[in-house]
């Protein structure tokens, strides 16, 4: 339809969205400044620059509203303005706006530089999250000196923001009540677009428990044979202390504590990589190399000059792994203060996903370069690390000797996924679940820290190591938490992903159903120009279409489903139902008594 006013209209979009491609561009540059060194001074030009684009994004939203743009005839057109009139913190006033971006920073400059003491040497208090702490949690087998790990890490990132998070709280419900939203959870939800996603999270949480409580059910056995009952009672809430990761996401560290069959034990890819010198840059490199086997584009020469791989000796960084787009000429970067482990190998996957839906979207308008679903831009690289991990992978790239497991050793390894993937989801689940309670007003600030630890028990089954009461203060010893980032998008990640890997393992011809040498966990991508171009269909359309338009044309479904996800741990839910109750293994667990009621 070419009438005159949709010609307008386009013009007018034209050129908002180079004004706007501008404005992101000057944007992330001084975010990525104030992220690779944390000075005041660059906290202070971040802020500023944030507050001027601010007024620039609610000036065109008004704009947008007071047209008919919305009610055009052109499907384009209305889709463009309904993205741009979304205002989230913009909406404030100046001064909320800055009181606001100073509550954030706050929090993220504290996580980003706080140390704590080490426990066999309680004089040097320089110990740093990456990589200090998080070593001792997936290393050392002393409850007490895990304990003091945890405990020093949540009392000194968590509790001291708890001002700071009262005021995020009170000014993002502000922003969204602007918005016309109910909270700032459905300001979060609303990026979904579909009213239903909230409901499907939790259908979908529900049907994947009864497969959660038998790995809990397993590990806590395995806990307590090698700890003893005082430390791990057989029906109790696991002390995520003992799970090799500071908020008990992801087991898989401590993974050869629960091994089924310790007597094959899982290849430890780090200490092969470790034996081959593998480097931070030797990752990369073949992250790279896998995606440019698939026919994809290879990393631009400014992503290996301008990004930040490793922690930087002579300035403070924000360490938490990070994927950067500067909106211009393929600038892409990644931040992160790598280390050669299982863990990092992951990472580094992880975050070139997001630089890879970077590249495939950068010719979309600026307003559509982003993913329809936020699933789906976390979803991306753990979709070539499922290629990437698995043992026919491992052994093409050298890391481990064989390639086809017996059915023992596919028992390790698919336990070893699940350590990740599965336990990953309660985690997940909670971390939004308890900010909409907080966000909606659900849950009262004098129940802010216990309504935390009473959600993750009923979840997760996991508790503190000591006793926390409302005198502490734990979520902010998250990094999403401070970052205000939202976090569904890496629940709803953990179910894509199996559905893309399934789709891609298919067009690969890698995975045929019934066939017991093409099997999921056992599908690698790797060097197929056909799964690589179904691969960049998908990404280049950014968000310019519905998130189930383009998922139905990559995958043939339009909806969330964990039935590839089940599909691929099904030789282990088998094996654990049978394990469990042969043992006598308790499945299932109470309130935590960890809080005070
Ligand atoms: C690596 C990133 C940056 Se998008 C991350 O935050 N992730 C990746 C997996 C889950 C989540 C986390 O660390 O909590
Ligand atoms: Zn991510």
Redesign the pocket.
Known sequence: SCSASVLEARRFFELENELLRKRYHEKFLSVYTYNTNVTEENRQAMIEINARNAEFNKRLAQRIKASDYVQSEDADIRRQAEHLSKLGASALNPDDFLTLQNAISSMQTNYATVTVCSYTNRTDCTLTLEPHIEERLAHSRDPAELSWYWQQWYDKAGTPMRDHFAEYVRLTRKAAQLNDHRSYADYWLQFYEDADFERQLDATFKQLLPFYRQIHGYVRYRLRQHYGPDVMPAEGNIPISLLGNM?G?SWSEQLDLFTPYPEKPFVDVKAEMVRQNYTVEKLFELGDQFFQSLGMRALPPSFWNLSVLTRPEDRQVVC????WDFYQDSDVRIKMCTEVNNNYFY?VH??LG?IQYYLEYEQQPAVYRGAPNPGFH?AVGDVIALSVMSARHLKSIGLIENGRLDEKSRINQLFKQALTKIV?LPFGYTMDKYRHAVFRNELDESQWNCGFWQMRSEFGGVEPPVFRTEKDFDPPA???VDAD?EYLR?FAAHIFQFQFHKALCTQAGQYAPNDSRLTLDNCDIFGSKVAGRSLSQFLSKGSSRHWKEVLQEFTGETEMDPAALLEYFDPLYQWLKQENSQLGVPLGWGPTNKISS
């Open positions: 908020w996401q938490h792994a990070s994927a990472i992880h975050e997001h976390e990953f998250k990094y999403h980032v890496y």
